[in-house]
């Protein structure tokens, strides 16, 4: 029943940005955490980013630090992730991904700081993000 669906991905300049957005649906508590992972072909998936729905705190990886903010719209159950000052590195799918539904703070924050897909349950398609010249 948790479904989550990424959209916003596409081709931009190097330096350009994009916004990612994930719509989620089939939960409804406020404690769960919602991670930003990537994959590029013939790489391990890694984290990006992660928000925690009980009280809002954002994580990062040290590659989207400065660069990226996560934020979310409570009312469109939505996360976003806003991406500026794209690199060719940066190109991947993006997925995002809930973990930790109904677990406490302690568990939410273990969630986000090791950001490690094997912690978060459900996930979404994916959209692909390419920054080229």
């Known amino acids: 029943q948790v479904q989550l669906v990424e959209s916003g991905g596409g081709l931009v300049q190097p330096g350009g940005s994009l916004r990612l957005s994930c719509a989620a649906s089939g939960f409804t508590s406020d404690y769960y955490a919602i991670g930003w992972f990537r994959q590029a072909p013939g790489k391990e998936r890694e984290g990006v980013s992660c928000?925690?729905?009980?009280?809002?705190?954002?994580y990062y990886a040290d590659s989207a630090k400065g660069r990226f903010t996560i934020s979310r719209n409570n009312a469109k159950n939505t996360v976003y992730l806003q991406m500026k000052s794209l690199k060719p590195e940066d190109t991947a799918v993006y997925y995002c991904?809930?973990?930790?539904?109904?677990?406490?703070?302690?568990?939410?924050?273990?969630?986000?700081?090791?950001?490690?897909?094997?912690?978060?349950?459900?996930w979404g398609q994916g959209t692909q993000v390419t920054v080229s010249s």
């Open positions: 928000i925690r729905g009980d009280d809002g705190s954002t």
């Open positions: 991904a809930v973990g930790g539904i109904d677990q406490g703070p302690r568990e939410l924050h273990r969630l986000c700081t090791l950001l490690r897909e094997d912690l978060f349950e459900h």
